[in-house]
């Protein structure tokens, strides 16, 4: 059986990426592919009490802390979920990977760059996606997209009430990745229309999965 085929959709806070994942995953089903549609943190049930330490704003993490939290969440996703699916011969569609560990723990953070993909080799067992799409967007349309969904009435998680300069840092680190590794990383702009977007990513993913 052929290996199935890993994609990834990455992206700042309100860059639409996990609309435009579950469009793609829906896309692919109906027209008679096997895919599923997966998340980090959070897409096992140890990744989902992982998940409500990580984003809880009232849970003060060291960075340190924080990134061996996402860092175990992957461990335990790749072990038990994605790497079997692969294995199945099915699309894996993730919202969010170890890039995000790198934009937000690495740029944003500040965290030793090195030390950090070394530990991500490790949580990932080096499983790389075959395509990363990098939804790129100005931080401020982004966080405004992410107010204007959440209302007043819900509070923030730990990175959607950051400063800008936070965001903006680690927009920087997705268009480094993109810049360093453009044969697997592509930056779609997602400031346009959503079904501009969904389009291009369509056409992204064809040309690895086919039709």
């Given at each position: 059986m052929a290996r199935g085929v890993f994609i990834t959709l990455e992206g700042v806070e309100g860059s639409g990426k996990t609309t435009?994942?579950?469009?793609?995953?829906?896309?692919?089903?109906?027209?008679?592919?096997?895919?599923?549609?997966?998340?980090?943190?959070?897409?096992?049930?140890?990744?989902?009490?992982?998940?409500?330490?990580?984003?809880?704003?009232?849970?003060?993490?060291?960075?340190?802390?924080?990134?061996?939290?996402?860092?175990?969440?992957?461990?335990?996703?790749?072990?038990?979920?994605?790497?079997?699916?692969?294995?199945?011969?099915?699309?894996?569609?993730?919202?969010r990977y170890s890039d995000s560990t790198v934009a937000y723990q690495g740029y944003g953070r500040g965290f030793d760059m090195a030390l950090l993909r070394n530990l991500n080799d490790l949580a990932s067992n080096r499983l790389k996606p075959d395509l990363t799409i990098v939804l790129?967007?100005?931080?401020?349309?982004?966080?405004?997209?992410?107010?204007?969904?959440?209302?007043?009435?819900?509070?923030?998680?730990?990175?959607?009430?950051?400063?800008i300069e936070f965001h903006q840092r680690v927009r920087d680190g997705f268009l480094a990745i993109a810049a360093a590794e453009p044969a697997r990383v592509t930056l779609v702009d997602a400031a346009r229309e959503p079904e501009i977007v969904t389009a291009r990513i369509f056409d992204l993913v064809r040309r690895v999965a086919g039709d």
């Amino acid at each position: 059986m052929a290996r199935g085929v890993f994609i990834t959709l990455e992206g700042v806070e309100g860059s639409g990426k996990t609309t435009q994942a579950a469009i793609l995953a829906d896309h692919l089903n109906r027209n008679g592919r096997r895919a599923i549609l997966t998340h980090e943190p959070g897409g096992t049930r140890a990744g989902q009490a992982i998940r409500a330490i990580f984003l809880d704003p009232a849970v003060a993490l060291e960075v340190s802390a924080e990134l061996l939290l996402v860092l175990a969440d992957r461990a335990q996703h790749v072990r038990e979920k994605l790497t079997p699916a692969l294995e199945a011969g099915t699309i894996v569609i993730s919202d969010r990977y170890s890039d995000s560990t790198v934009a937000y723990q690495g740029y944003g953070r500040g965290f030793d760059m090195a030390l950090l993909r070394n530990l991500n080799d490790l949580a990932s067992n080096r499983l790389k996606p075959d395509l990363t799409i990098v939804l790129d967007c100005p931080v401020e349309t982004g966080l405004a997209r992410t107010r204007a969904r959440m209302g007043s009435a819900v509070r923030s998680d730990r990175f959607e009430g950051e400063q800008i300069e936070f965001h903006q840092r680690v927009r920087d680190g997705f268009l480094a990745i993109a810049a360093a590794e453009p044969a697997r990383v592509t930056l779609v702009d997602a400031a346009r229309e959503p079904e501009i977007v969904t389009a291009r990513i369509f056409d992204l993913v064809r040309r690895v999965a086919g039709d």
